[in-house]
């Protein structure tokens, strides 16, 4: 044999376990594809409310969540594979599964919730944990200033994460699936009962929404034909001018390397859509610095300002009067009612939504951010935080809370008539200027409710709160 070649010894294939999360997508997943690469794969989607303890999902979420997971379920049976679902703690299901399968490796794209980075760090000591970067366009602390700081301010990191782009060229989805010989079991989707019932109040978002990736797929082909045109459409609530990704992006049924690649040479002014990926880029950035930016505010000095206590019954009539669509500012109420039945508000509304809940009701950020934590489908820790914050003045990077906006003037100037028509019906026979501020002009009917605190009232009443802070 001397000279010979010698073949190599035959490798048997790994099992590998890919545990899915807000990643639900086949293309452009790298845990996916390396999973795929070592052999056959065990994809596995943990309903894990224990973690994550007060920031489970949301009930539009996890009706989100239910549609995704059937979707991905059907895509990876056309492959010849399936989901395996489990419900309880991640950090102990991993391990078991594991032992059941005998898998060599538990694949993963890195999640920077402050309960999911606990987990990945429980899971590295007990398993063969290999993380990879996928969920967005660069790894959190990659974008650093020049003494290899995290950067607090959006700008100077908008700047910074532009130097790296474009990302790298999307992965494609696996042309097939290696399966195991034997499966894990697997619970019945249905038996999670993530849908809701006793009411069905979801009938809106089954109009409004397909989840999956094949959904997402098609909105941003829609969007894309409109890309060009973003910054002088996305503030009109009455137009489409808005992506519509959103929700797709936080299930991970998109990757934000999809939306940039396919977007960013459509001209025009498609750079602000770009920023707004670079948005929800700096506010994971953020949590990875401030974990508990959803519950506390970063600029402490905040802590004392004098908010309006929840608990006084005519502050609860307020805040149920906000939630419910009533407040007698027609755009306001429109948002709300609009979030209510979809799972979705407009980005130009949700910023008057807030504002109107923070300054005109003087009522805590935090109650709004859960709020919203409830009822978006696209309900992203970071985003919803870092937001919230933004509006109320408590970020690191923020408006200023004196800057207090003004929703009548915002709905006229947005051309939110439309808007206001379809989801306030009580006022779909006014024309503008007076279905902006019925009451100002002598237009409103019996059925629409007067506004509950008047402009100039509301803004005294916050810039009074925030004079406690000078003393």
Not at 74 to 88: E, P, T, Y
Not at 257 to 264: E, F, R, Y
């Amino acid at each position: 044999m001397t000279g010979a070649h010698r073949a190599s010894p035959h490798v048997p294939p790994m099992t590998s376990i890919l545990w899915l999360r807000r990643d639900l997508r086949l293309a452009d997943q790298p845990a996916l594809t390396a999973a795929v690469r070592a052999g056959p794969v065990i994809p596995v989607y943990i309903l894990d409310d224990e973690t994550p303890k007060h920031r489970r999902m949301g009930a539009a979420s996890r009706w989100w969540l239910h549609h995704s997971l059937k979707s991905l379920d059907a895509d990876l049976r056309k492959l010849g594979s399936r989901l395996i679902l489990r419900r309880g703690n991640a950090a102990d299901i991993i391990p078991s599964l594991v032992n059941e399968s005998r898998a060599s490796a538990v694949h993963c794209i890195r999640h920077y919730e402050p309960w999911w980075r606990n987990a990945e760090r429980a899971l590295k000591d007990k398993v063969n944990l290999v993380r990879h970067h996928g969920n967005y366009l660069m790894p959190m602390g990659a974008v650093t200033t020049g003494g290899g700081a995290p950067y607090k301010i959006y700008t100077p990191f908008w700047r910074a994460l532009s130097r790296h782009m474009p990302p790298p060229v999307p992965l494609p989805a696996p042309a097939v699936m290696p399966a195991p010989d034997v499966w894990p079991s697997s619970d019945t989707l249905d038996d999670w009962g993530l849908l809701p019932t006793k009411p069905d109040w979801a009938s809106g978002m089954s109009v409004m929404w397909r989840p999956g990736e094949t959904g997402a797929a098609q909105r941003l082909n829609d969007f894309t034909d409109r890309a060009r045109l973003y910054d002088e459409k996305r503030n009109f609530p009455s137009t489409d001018g808005t992506s519509f990704l959103s929700p797709h992006l936080h299930f991970g049924e998109i990757s934000a390397a999809q939306a940039w690649h396919a977007n960013s040479a459509m001209g025009g002014s498609v750079e602000n859509f770009l920023k707004e990926l670079a948005w929800r880029e700096y506010a994971q950035n953020l949590i990875v610095q401030y974990p508990y930016y959803g519950s506390q505010n970063a600029r402490e000095k905040m802590d004392a300002l004098p908010w309006r206590d929840t608990r006084d019954p005519a502050v609860a009539d307020d805040l149920r009067a906000w939630q419910r669509g009533n407040t007698g500012y027609p755009i306001v109420d429109a948002g709300m009612r609009q979030l209510w039945a979809t799972g979705w508000m407009h980005n130009r509304v949700r910023m008057i939504t807030a504002s109107f809940l923070v300054k005109h009701l003087l009522i805590d950020w935090r109650v709004g951010e859960q709020w919203f934590w409830d009822t978006l489908v696209d309900a992203d820790y970071a985003s919803n935080a870092v937001n919230w914050q933004w509006t109320a003045g408590t970020g690191v990077d923020s408006n200023m809370f004196v800057r207090i906006m003004a929703p009548l003037s915002q709905s006229e100037k947005f051309d939110a008539a439309g808007y206001i028509r379809r989801w306030v019906p009580e006022l779909a026979d006014l024309n503008a200027p007076y279905i902006h501020d019925p009451g100002e002009y002598g237009r409103l009917p019996a059925c629409y409710p007067a506004k509950i605190i008047g402009h100039r009232d509301a803004r005294d009443r916050a810039l009074a709160a925030y004079e406690v802070l000078k003393r």
